[in-house]
Each structure stands twice: as structure tokens, then as C-alpha cells.
């Protein structure tokens, strides 16, 4: 006999998904997008630019490692939700302390297993990473109109600044490092640490330690801060952080602050949202993308070497390279679409790429691109 379908996913063009729900009760209403990562499902639902999105797992062991604090990208999960193919086992792996469907329950996020993942992932394709309610209910009672009624409503990301709802509150030092066999998060103290301070859009824990580990004193300071906030901690180098969100949406905001600091001589390193940030200050112009980029297999070309990297990414807009303005090359390129990867400023200590170097979930490939921020800075002291 066929189990009743105990979670519902709900597309606003009225298509619907049946299967078993898992973690959290309720139903949330959100972007659907998919990610093609095959490990780092912690860090995906922990890392705050997936706020106010529900991610399809192309891969469908998606829980057979648990959870541990250790993978926490943030404080608790940001995304809204998951969809897998096969629901959560029994992790198997001994750094696990929690079942990822009880680290879920407990933390208000909603799951749905036994969904054909694969029509999903070639549904979002086609058209678009549509809006969706995403619905658990152990009774299996689900209102199906009103579900695609409320995904049809929403307003979506576009014009949506989230930055300030995943941002700090109030400013703090970040000292730990990067994790190391038998040591854990060590926490390296360079004897003249240079002092950064990183503007949090949606940091990602992975990114500030990765900063620590080439050198740096992090200070991080909220999405909001000023100009004169910033340079009151006398920084060596700025840091724009990855985020959720429209970015233009949070420019309203940050490129004024980001344009001051331009008028000075730091270096300034910024990473996905921060990667746009810095384009609007600039001059540029960013679009929505169709589905995005979400996963940890996107080859990414150095324009300027031909090297090919394999990087980690997740964005769902890109910044319109043809609206660079002079002055400001664009250093790398998606091989899969042709869209802006990074850009840098020419003659100056100023550049930004859109993926995440810092390999959390994702290959290493990147990770030279703290220390040529550290280098940077270092060269800015002589």
C-alpha cells in the first residue's frame, strides 16, 4: 500500500510535488533553486545566501553524514527548505552529532524526500527558478489552491534587500582560523596581523577564517555601517562579504559607502554579493539570472592567465559585464553561460569575483585569492 504523502511542494504555475516530509512542520513560501554539490549539505543550508530559497539536491545522498557544529556556515540554517530524492538515513560518519532531520525540526526548517529530483532540476532549467510553497503536515492534509495562490503572490528576490535580515547586529572581532587535522580551528597569530574590516552582507564563518588564516585582524561590522564607521577602525584592506538577496536592492545602502572608500587607497576584496556590490559602486549594472549557480563544480576561466578553475558558487544574479566601465576589467568568466566571474580595477589594489574561494563546501582552486589580498595589503605598507 502507498504511503500517504506527508510534504507538498507547490509551484506557482500550479505544478505540484508529493513526498515525505521531514525535519520542521508548516510551510514556507520561497524561490526554488537547485545546487549540484555532491557533499557540503550543512554548509549549503547554513550559508546565508540561500535566504529565502528552497534547494533542490541534485545528488541524492543528501543526510548520510549528520550534522556537526563544526560545518556550521552560520549560527542555525538560513535556507528555507530542502527537496531530496531520497529521504535522510542514519548518518554513518564519526564526526556526526545530530541526524540532519532532527537538527532540522529543531531549528524550523522544512524537508520533503522521495521527489523526483531530476524532473525538478530540468523543470528549473527550462523555465526559471520558480517561486514555491513548500509545505509538512503528518496529516497530509494540504490546501493545493492556496498553496499556488500564496507561491503566485510572492514578490520574489527582485527588489528584496536581505543582506540587513542575515547581517550582525553590532560589530565583533573574528579570530579563528581555518580547520586543520588534529587542531581544529586554528587560530594563527602573524606577528603584524593586517587589519581588515569585512562589511557582513551574509558572511559565511568559512570566509572569515580563510581572511585570518592569510593574515589578517577581522573586524566585522554590519551590512549597514558607514564609511566613517569603516575607516574609525583605521583598516589595512576591506572585505565585502558574500549575501542573499537583489543586490541592487542593497546598493541603495552600500554602493554610497563602498564609493567613499574607493576615494581612498585600500585594497578592497569582495566576494559574490560583495562581487556585485563593488560592480555597482563602479558603475556597473546587475541582472536576475534564469535558474543561477548553485553548486560546487563551476569551471570558471582567468581571462587574464587561461588557467581554468573549478569553483564553489551560489547566486541567483550576475553582474552585466558590458556595463563595466573603463578602467575595469573583467578578470574571469563562467564556461558554462559566458557571465561575469570577477573584475578588477586597473592600477589598483581593487578586485572581486563572483564564486566562493574559500572552498566550504567546494574545491580548493581558489583559495589563492586571499592571499593576494594579504599581498595586497602588504604591499601597500612598504
Known amino acids: 500500500m502507498a504511503t500517504k504523502p506527508t510534504a507538498c511542494l507547490a509551484l506557482a504555475d500550479g505544478t505540484v510535488f508529493y513526498g515525505q516530509g521531514f ?118 492534509n494540504f490546501d493545493i489552491a492556496a498553496m499556488v495562490a500564496k507561491a503566485r503572490d510572492w514578490q520574489g528576490l527582485v527588489g528584496l534587500d536581505l543582506a540587513k535580515e542575515v547581517s550582525c547586529i553590532q560589530s565583533y572581532r573574528w579570530t579563528e582560523g581555518t580547520w586543520e587535522w588534529g587542531k581544529g580551528f586554528d587560530t594563527p597569530a602573524p606577528e603584524h596581523p593586517f587589519k581588515v574590516v569585512a562589511l557582513d552582507y551574509g558572511a559565511k564563518r568559512n570566509i572569515l577564517r580563510s581572511l585570518v588564516a592569510s593574515g589578517a585582524d577581522v573586524t566585522v561590522l554590519p551590512a549597514t555601517a558607514t564609511a566613517d564607521e569603516v575607516l574609525a577602525h583605521n583598516p589595512e584592506g576591506v572585505f565585502l562579504s558574500n549575501g542573499p538577496g537583489d543586490p541592487a536592492a542593497t546598493g541603495a545602502y552600500a554602493v554610497p559607502m563602498i564609493q567613499t572608500l574607493l576615494e581612498r587607497d585600500l585594497p578592497i576584496f569582495g566576494i559574490c554579493l560583495g562581487h556585485q556590490m563593488l560592480a555597482l559602486a563602479l558603475g556597473a549594472r546587475t541582472v536576475k539570472m534564469g535558474h543561477g549557480h548553485h553548486g560546487a563544480n563551476h569551471p570558471v576561466r582567468d581571462v587574464e592567465t587561461g588557467k581554468v578553475e573549478i569553483t564553489s558558487m551560489n547566486h541567483g544574479f550576475a553582474v552585466d559585464s558590458q556595463t563595466l566601465p573603463d578602467g575595469v576589467l573583467e578578470t574571469h568568466v563562467s564556461l558554462f553561460d559566458g557571465s561575469n566571474c570577477g573584475l578588477r580595477v586597473q592600477g589598483r589594489p581593487v578586485f572581486s569575483v563572483q564564486y566562493h574561494p574559500e572552498a566550504a563546501p567546494g574545491p580548493q582552486d581558489s583559495l589563492y585569492l586571499f592571499r593576494r589580498f594579504a599581498d595586497a595589503m602588504q604591499e601597500r605598507r612598504k
Open 23 to 140: 525535519g520542521a512542520t508548516g510551510q514556507v513560501v520561497a524561490e526554488l533553486v537547485f545546487n549540484t554539490a555532491m557533499t557540503g549539505y550543512q554548509e549549503i543550508m547554513t550559508d546565508p545566501s540561500y535566504a529565502s530559497q528552497v534547494v533542490t539536491f541534485t545528488f541524492p545522498h543528501i543526510g548520510n553524514t549528520g550534522v556537526t557544529p563544526q560545518d556550521d556556515e552560520a549560527a542555525d540554517p538560513v535556507a528555507a527548505g530542502i527537496v531530496v530524492r531520497w529521504n535522510p538515513t542514519e548518518p554513518s560518519n564519526w564526526r556526526a552529532t545530530n541526524e540532519l532531520s532532527a537538527w532540522m525540526a529543531a531549528r524550523g526548517r522544512i524537508g520533503i524526500g522521495g521527489v523526483d529530483t531530476r524532473r525538478l532540476t530540468r523543470a528549473i532549467r527550462q523555465q526559471g527558478a520558480p517561486h514555491v510553497v513548500l509545505a509538512h503536515d503528518p496529516d497530509g
